[in-house]
C-alpha cells in the first residue's frame, strides 16, 4: 500500500516509498492523472464563474431539462418536449391540431391587433368562440333589430320630406310646413303652438249670471268662479268678460271689480287686482285692441267688454275668480279657457309660473319714485303699465318720469328708459291707442289727466336669474312741469317665474273610500224608511231598482219634495255628488235639486242650501244655486237644447262656512265646471235629493272627503 516515508526510519529506502505515494496520481512528468480529481475533491463553491473559460460549456454537458428551456426561449421545441401544457391544448399535437380540440378557426392575427399590425403566427378567436356568432359587419341599413325593436319603428310615421330648419315647422299631421310670417303681435308665447302631450281645452261661459253685490241677499261676498281645476297639470290662457254697471269709473269693470287667479296655492293668489288694472284700462276708458289686451266695447248706457291673452302655468290647481265690490248687481258675462295636459315636465325649465305684482297709490307725491316691484327668484319679464289719474291737464308732466329696471342686484338700472312715454314707444306726449307690443289704452270721459300705457316683453324678453325690481317715477326732478302736488298712480309688473309655485289646496279625495255612497239601487217601490226620510204630506219618490224617481204634480203636495238621507255623519269639511234628469216633456218650471246644509232629517230637513236643474221652457234651462230662497248664482245651460232626458251631474265642496257649487253636462272624468262659492247661511247637517213640481230621476248620491295636497 502506497504511503509516505516516515521521519527516523525507512533508512534507504525513503526515495522509493515517496515515489510509489506519489505516482498514485500524478503521471511521471508531474502532471495529475485521469479520474484523480473528483466531486468528493472539490470543495462547495470552490469553482467559480472566473474558474471558467468562456465558451468550454457546451450544450450535451447541459441537462435535459436546462436544454428544453433554453431552446424554447430561442427556437422551436418539439411540442412533446413542452411539460405543464394545459389539457385541452396539449391534446394536440401540434398548433393546428390544438385549434381544431377547442373548435377553433384559422385566423393568424392575434388578440388586439389589426391586419395592420398582424404578424407570422398571430392568432385572435373567431366571433363564433366568444359567443357573439350573430354580429355581423352589415351596413346600417341592413343592421339587425329585435323584434319588438322593429314593431315599434314599424308603427312610427315615416319622416316627411322638407328641411326641418328655421323656415318650417313640423305639425301635428307629420307634414312640414312654413313658419308664419311674422304679423304685428300674433303667434304665441312658444311661437307656433303645437300640441302637447294630452292636451285639451277647456272653456265654459257664465251666461247671464248675475255678478251680486254683497248687500243683496243672501248678504255676504258672492265670489263668482270662471274657472276651477284640480290634479293635473296645465296652463290658463284667456279670460274675457261682458257685463253692465260701468257707467262710471267706479263700475264694476273699472275699480268696482276684484279678479283674483290661483295657481297650486289656493291661498295666496297670483294675480288679485281690480278688473280694471287687469284689463289695462285707463280711468274710464274707450275702447282699443292689441292682439294680447283690450277694452272692445262701451257700449249704450252702462255695458262694457274686455280680454285678455296670457300664459299662466299650473302643476295641479286653477281657480280664476270675480268679485263684485260695488253697491249694485250687474249682468254678467265671463269664460276663462285653460288647456290639460299629460305631464308639467312638458313645459320645459322657464315660464313654469306667472303672477302680476305692484300696487294702485292715492295721492302719490310727483317726482317721488314707486317702487312696484321687489322680488327674488330667476325669470323673465312678461309685461308692464302703468297709469295716472291727475286732477288737471297741466299734469301731463308725470308722463316725464323714468322707467328703471334692477336686474339681480344692480346699484344702477341696466334697463331704464328717459321718460314714461318713451317706455312706451312714444316721445313729446304722444303714444298710440292700442298698438303692439307697447301702446295706450283708449281715451278717459274723466276731467283732468287721465292715462294708461302697457308694455309686452315677448319680442324682447328681460330675463333675471336672482332677483328683480322696477322703479316708476311719476314726473322726473327738473323736467316739465306738474301742476298738483299728488297723483292716483299704479303700476304693475306681469312675470313669469322659472321655479313653480308649491301645491296647497283642497279637493275631493276621488280614490278615498266614500263617506256614504247610494247608488239608489233598492227594490223596485216604496223608498227604504230606515236610510231615507220623506215629509209624509208631500209627494213620494220611489225606488225602480236602480235609481229614485218622482212624478210631475203641479199641486201643493209636488212643491218641495225632498228625500233626506239619515244615519250618515258628515265632517265639516266633504263633496255632495249627484246624478240627475228632468223626465218630463210637457211641462215648463220643472225643478231637480241637489240639497245640502239643512235641518235634522227626522221627520223633515226644511231649510237648506240648493242647487237646481230648472226647466224654464224645453230651450231654456238655467242653473240656480240658492241659499234658502235667495239666489246666490243663476247660469244659463244647454245653448237652447232640450235637456229633457238629459244626465246632469251636481256637486257641492264645503270647506269651513264656505260652499262652491259644480256641475258637469258629461259623464265623469270630465271637468267639473264651478259656478260661484259664498258663505253659506246654513250650517244644519242634512243632505239628499229633491224636486219642485217636477219629473225627475236621481241616479246616486255620494258624499266623499276632501284632501289637502301640499306637494
Known amino acids: 500500500m502506497a504511503r509516505l516515508p516516515q521521519p527516523g526510519s525507512d533508512n534507504g529506502t525513503w526515495g522509493d516509498i515517496l515515489n510509489d505515494y506519489l505516482s498514485q496520481t500524478l503521471k511521471p512528468d508531474g502532471s495529475l492523472k485521469q479520474n484523480v480529481v473528483t466531486n468528493d475533491a472539490i470543495a462547495d463553491n470552490a469553482v467559480n464563474a472566473a474558474a471558467i473559460q468562456d465558451g468550454s460549456i457546451t450544450e450535451a454537458q447541459l441537462s435535459g431539462a436546462v436544454q428544453t428551456k433554453l431552446n424554447a426561449a430561442g427556437g422551436t421545441p418539439a411540442w412533446a418536449d413542452i411539460t405543464n401544457k394545459p389539457a385541452v391544448i396539449g391534446a394536440g399535437a401540434d398548433q393546428a391540431a390544438a385549434r381544431a380540440a377547442i373548435g377553433a378557426g384559422t385566423s393568424n392575427l392575434a388578440l388586439g391587433t389589426t391586419s395592420a399590425t398582424a ?26 333589430v329585435s323584434s319588438a325593436v322593429q314593431a315599434a319603428l314599424d308603427d312610427k310615421p315615416d319622416m316627411p320630406t322638407g328641411t326641418p330648419d328655421g323656415t318650417k315647422f313640423l305639425r301635428d299631421d307629420n307634414s312640414w310646413q312654413p313658419v308664419p310670417s311674422a304679423v304685428s303681435g300674433g303667434g304665441s308665447v312658444s311661437g307656433f303652438p303645437l300640441r302637447r302631450a294630452g292636451e285639451t281645452i277647456v272653456a265654459s261661459p257664465q251666461e247671464l249670471a248675475n255678478a251680486f253685490a254683497s248687500s243683496t241677499a243672501p248678504t255676504g261676498t258672492k265670489t263668482i268662479v270662471l274657472a276651477e281645476s284640480w290634479d293635473k297639470p296645465g296652463i290658463l290662457k284667456h279670460i274675457w268678460i261682458a257685463c253692465g254697471n260701468t257707467a262710471d269709473a267706479d263700475g264694476f269693470l273699472e275699480q268696482g271689480g276684484v279678479i283674483r287667479i290661483y295657481t297650486d296655492d289656493a291661498t295666496a293668489p297670483a294675480v288679485s287686482m281690480t278688473l280694471g288694472d287687469f284689463f289695462i284700462l285707463a280711468n274710464h276708458s274707450d275702447v282699443y285692441a292689441t292682439p294680447r289686451v283690450g277694452r272692445t266695447s262701451r257700449g249704450g248706457g252702462d255695458q262694457s267688454s274686455a280680454y285678455r291673452y296670457l300664459h299662466m302655468p299650473f302643476q295641479k290647481y286653477l281657480r280664476v275668480e270675480v268679485e263684485n265690490t260695488t253697491g249694485s ?52 319679464i312678461e309685461s308692464f303699465w302703468l297709469s295716472f289719474s291727475g286732477a288737471d291737464l297741466g299734469d301731463s308732466g308725470v308722463l316725464e318720469g323714468n322707467i328703471e329696471i334692477f336686474i339681480d342686484g344692480e346699484e344702477f338700472p341696466s334697463w331704464w328708459a328717459s321718460g314714461t312715454e318713451d317706455a312706451f314707444n312714444g316721445g313729446w306726449y304722444t303714444m298710440p291707442v292700442g298698438g303692439y307690443p307697447a301702446g295706450r289704452a283708449g281715451n278717459s270721459d274723466q276731467g283732468g289727466q287721465n292715462s294708461t300705457l302697457y308694455r309686452f316683453f315677448v319680442d324682447d324678453p328681460i330675463f333675471f336669474s336672482s332677483h328683480l325690481k322696477v322703479v316708476m317715477w311719476p314726473g322726473q326732478p327738473r323736467q316739465a312741469s306738474v301742476v298738483s302736488a299728488t297723483v292716483d298712480y299704479a303700476g304693475y309688473v306681469g312675470v313669469w317665474t322659472n321655479t313653480p309655485v308649491t301645491p296647497n289646496y283642497q279637493a275631493v279625495d276621488a280614490v278615498a273610500t266614500p263617506i256614504s255612497d247610494d247608488q239608489m239601487n233598492q227594490a223596485a217601490g216604496a223608498i227604504n224608511g230606515t236610510d231615507w226620510n220623506q215629509a209624509g204630506d208631500r209627494t213620494q219618490a220611489t225606488a225602480t231598482g236602480s235609481s229614485f224617481v218622482t212624478a210631475y204634480g203641479s199641486a201643493n203636495s209636488d212643491e218641495d219634495v225632498r228625500v233626506a238621507r239619515k244615519n250618515v255623519s258628515l265632517p265639516a269639511n266633504y263633496w255632495l255628488e249627484t246624478r240627475l234628469r228632468i223626465t218630463d216633456a210637457s211641462h215648463d218650471e220643472q225643478q231637480a235639486h241637489l240639497i245640502m246644509l239643512g235641518a235634522s232629517p227626522d221627520p223633515y230637513f226644511g231649510s237648506a242650501v240648493h242647487i237646481q236643474l230648472y226647466r224654464h221652457h224645453a230651450d231654456s234651462w238655467t242653473l240656480n244655486v240658492r241659499d234658502d230662497f235667495a239666489t246666490a248664482f243663476v247660469v244659463n245651460v244647454g245653448s237652447g237644447r232640450d235637456l229633457t232626458n238629459r244626465w246632469v251631474r251636481l256637486a257641492f265642496k264645503k270647506v269651513g262656512s264656505r260652499v262652491t257649487a259644480y256641475y258637469s253636462m258629461n259623464p265623469t272624468p270630465a271637468a267639473w265646471i264651478p259656478i260661484g262659492s259664498w258663505i253659506a247661511s246654513k250650517t244644519d247637517p242634512a243632505f239628499g235629493v229633491g224636486t219642485w ?15 289637502t295636497v301640499t306637494s
Open 119 to 144: 404578424k407570422a403566427g398571430d392568432y385572435v378567436p373567431t366571433k363564433a368562440e366568444v359567443g357573439l356568432g350573430n354580429v355581423d359587419n352589415t351596413s346600417d341599413a341592413n343592421k339587425p
Open 329 to 380: 248687481d250687474t249682468v254678467f258675462y265671463g269664460q276663462a279657457d285653460y288647456s290639460l295636459i299629460d305631464s308639467f315636465a312638458d313645459l320645459g325649465d322657464q315660464q313654469l309660473a306667472y303672477g302680476i305684482v305692484g300696487q294702485r297709490v292715492a295721492n302719490q307725491p310727483v317726482r317721488t319714485p314707486v317702487t312696484i316691484c321687489d322680488m327674488n327668484g330667476s325669470g323673465q
Open 693 to 707: 213640481t217636477a219629473a225627475a230621476e236621481f241616479d246616486y248620491l255620494v258624499a266623499r272627503p276632501l284632501k
